[in-house]
């Protein structure tokens, strides 16, 4: 039989939940049973499929305890007071969105509410990546903007816009989370500017400007679209976007998960985590074993690199040594080399740039103090393109893809400080990036145009001067340059 869950039960829950929950709800008959769970946030909300009185429904669960300052209302009760205002407001302006059912109290101090269940939902997301074309895609994205410019129109906006906020049932676009909607203080159009700068900030920086051309082409119909202020927007968004991912990948999300070991501290991706893999972050003595029985692939004076195998998968584990004394203390309170590979190929990753995927982070600290780190992630496939390039050339898609490698380092802001071409690797038509250890997301424009010339300089310095691969790069390079006014 279920254990009921009382509002104390709900905040106590872990990541992991049970297979069923029933919660009995205050001055009415049946219980709120979930067979499924579409979202989870530890000690404040719980959302699902699941059943009220017979009827199969969506079911959302706040019971956020604390109060929030200025408002004197519990968290809970502030989330679902905002979720049934603005459900009403979306209704309002006939926004397609689930209808609320019912609503009402549990015992604790938590509250519910049950929506219609949409048939066959589909995430927009998930309706993107199943897209057999390109042009399906677009097609997607229109209907996107769409919706949102509907929202602007009915004083409204998306405050959390992302692809999972939106769904298709019956080939129809809804908004999901009313609690993310927001009313307009102003009827500025920087309030939609901003709506779907968001949203374009969500996909991989090569595709900014198609999907801001089809906001301009769907919108401008009825409303007037500042293309140059939405450019300029997206690529604020973007920018703000990176940085924020840096903060979520170094603390325990859906996403990682963090493990202590023995003077360490690890960071390691959820959806690769085994109890091999917990066995091996445990401490330095079970990382060092399985170099030295790895196929070692480097051995320095700052690192050591070794392939494993692993719970049938192959990883690359890099350790980052320290030479002597002064190193040690140099890196004591600072940085370490592995957590900035670790947020490195994060942020390559949502650039959409080809890099070796991130698995887990290690840090020793002894009394506080760095002392080693390591780095484990999968292994980057290509040939390095100083000695691709010399025999194959580059001919003219593989000169698009370094392209779109360089660009987005200049769109994003980011240097990978270590540019030679030791450390591109090329495989196919595709170009990968690999030693991160120096990568830099930059807030300064100063600091960033130093940065990117160092990297580009660095690459060139590959190529013989005068030859055609030289020639090639620079103009590239300069081109690039001059579109982002970094000329010196």
């Not at 129809?172 to 307009?184: F, S, T």
């Not at 592995?338 to 490195?344: K, P, Y």
């Not at 010339?453 to 300069?478: A, C, I, M, P």
């Amino acid at each position: 039989m279920t254990k009921q869950q009382t509002t104390a039960d709900l905040r106590a829950l872990g990541r992991v939940l049970p297979e069923q929950i029933e919660v009995p709800v205050e001055g009415r008959d049946g219980s709120l049973v979930f067979s499924s769970y579409a979202r989870h946030l530890p000690g404040r909300r719980l959302a699902g499929i699941g059943r009220w009185q017979g009827i199969p429904v969506f079911i959302k669960l706040f019971f956020g305890h604390g109060k929030i300052a200025l408002i004197g209302v519990t968290r809970a009760k502030q989330e679902f007071q905002r979720e049934i205002r603005m459900s009403q407001a979306l209704s309002e302006g006939r926004v397609s969105a689930a209808e609320v059912l019912d609503h009402g109290t549990i015992e604790g101090g938590g509250y519910w509410l049950v929506q219609e269940l949409l048939p066959q939902l589909k995430s927009f997301k998930e309706c993107w990546k199943g897209a057999n074309s390109r042009e399906q895609q677009r097609q997607l994205f229109a209907e996107l903007a769409e919706l949102l410019g509907q929202l602007y129109q009915s004083g409204l906006y998306q405050a959390d816009a992302h692809q999972e906020n939106f769904a298709y049932s019956d080939d129809r676009l809804y908004v999901l989370d009313a609690g993310g909607i927001k009313k307009q203080h102003t009827s500025s159009q920087r309030v939609l500017l901003k709506n779907l700068a968001l949203m374009v900030a969500q996909f991989p920086y090569p595709l900014h400007r198609d999907l801001m051309g089809i906001c301009s082409d769907k919108l401008s119909k009825t409303l007037d679209i500042d293309d140059v202020a939405l450019a300029q927007m997206v690529m604020m968004a973007w920018r703000q976007r990176m940085r924020k991912l840096t903060y979520k990948m170094l603390r325990t999300s859906s996403w990682v998960s963090k493990i202590k070991g023995e003077n360490v501290r690890a960071l390691c991706m959820r959806r690769e985590q085994t109890p091999e893999l917990r066995n091996l972050l445990s401490g330095c003595h079970t990382l060092d074993r399985a170099i030295d029985r790895g196929h070692l692939l480097k051995r320095g004076n700052s690192a050591t690199v070794a392939r494993i195998e692993l719970s049938g998968r192959t990883y690359v584990i890099k350790r980052y040594n320290l030479k002597n004394h002064w190193v040690a203390v140099k890196r004591a309170f600072g940085r370490s080399r592995a957590r900035t590979s670790w947020l490195g190929g994060h942020i390559l990753h949502l650039m959409g740039v080809p890099t070796s995927v991130p698995v887990a982070m290690v840090e020793e600290r002894r009394w506080g103090m760095l002392r080693r780190a390591y780095f484990i992630s999968t292994v980057a496939s290509g040939e390095d393109a100083f000695h691709y390039l010399p025999v194959h050339g580059c001919h003219k898609e593989l000169l698009h893809h370094f392209e779109n490698v360089f660009e987005g380092l200049l769109y994003t802001q980011v240097s990978h400080g270590d540019m030679k071409a030791t450390n591109l690797l090329v495989d196919g038509d595709q170009v990968a990036v690999i030693d991160l250890d120096a990568v830099q997301i930059h807030a300064s424009g100063l600091m960033f145009k130093r940065a990117i010339h160092k990297d580009f300089e660095r690459f060139l310095v590959n190529w013989e001067k005068g030859s055609e691969l030289y020639q090639t790069f620079s103009f590239l390079t300069q081109e690039l340059l001059q579109k982002y006014n970094l000329r010196r």
